[in-house]
């Protein structure tokens, strides 16, 4: 079975900053791996993934993610923040019985 | 660009009583659908999936009879919460996949509050 670990619950970082978002995730097989987002009262947005190919994978709004096969992580990225990046970031994995799981989830905070 | 709309968005309803919510795949043919569960201050938990022309497969601590989804065609899938209570609140979002693709695209999903 696969799963996924976030392991900062809350980031806070200053506007302009840039940004990690730790993420690791344990399966045996070919991943396949997502970062959503959760902005406050809402649902899920697709911010990136990953499937095969080159391991740094562009996504929306500037975010990157790289996937370390080695180090089993897909960290998300980010040069600059902006104080409407503030939300909760979640990685996910899926492997090929099609199940995607999710981590805890990251809040960000992003000081002006 | 793939939508999926969830309705309602909020609801509450009386302890005890049963609550149905709905979704829709808009522009694209869901392939499956996952539903999930978000509790107050927790992650998303996958409910079950359900995939045209096969049987609809829950995960652990998720039952058919708790939870059973409908999936008729390739845009529409339902899902009820029976007999409520107030484990069973929080936000629960549909995923839909396009095609062959392994991406879920969500809805906004539906707030339960029980009282």
């Known amino acids: 079975a696969q799963s996924v670990t976030q392991p900062d619950a809350r980031v806070t970082v200053s506007e302009g900053a840039s940004l990690q978002l730790r993420c690791k995730y344990s399966?045996?097989?070919?991943?396949?791996l997502f970062w959503y987002v959760q902005y406050p009262r809402q649902g899920l947005q697709l911010l990136l993934k990953?499937?095969?190919?080159?391991?740094v994978v562009q996504g929306v709004n500037g975010f990157e993610a790289e996937f370390i096969k080695s180090n089993s992580s897909f960290h998300l990225r980010k040069a600059s923040v902006h104080w409407s990046d503030s939300a909760v970031y979640f990685c996910?994995?899926?492997?090929?019985?099609?199940?995607?799981?999710f981590g805890d989830g990251t809040q960000l905070v992003v000081k002006p | 660009g793939a939508l999926v709309y969830q309705y309602p968005r909020r609801t509450i309803c009386k302890s005890g009583t049963s609550m149905r919510m709905e979704c829709q795949a808009v522009g694209f043919q869901a392939t499956s659908v996952a539903w999930y569960r978000q509790s107050p201050q927790k992650t998303f938990e996958l409910i079950a999936l359900?995939?045209?022309?096969?049987?609809?497969?829950?995960e652990q601590n998720f039952t058919q009879e708790k939870f059973p989804i409908s999936h008729p065609n390739l845009s529409f899938s339902s899902m009820t919460v029976l007999n409520a209570y107030l484990e069973d609140r929080g936000l629960y979002l549909c995923?839909?996949?396009?095609?062959?693709?392994?991406?879920?695209?969500f809805g906004a999903g539906t707030r339960l509050s029980v009282l």
């Open positions: 399966y045996s097989g070919t991943p396949y």
């Open positions: 359900s995939t045209v022309n096969s049987a609809i497969k829950y």
């Open positions: 995923g839909a996949r396009p095609g062959v693709q392994n991406t879920l695209y």
């Open positions: 996910a994995v899926s492997g090929s019985n099609n199940r995607i799981f």
């Open positions: 990953y499937y095969s190919g080159d391991p």
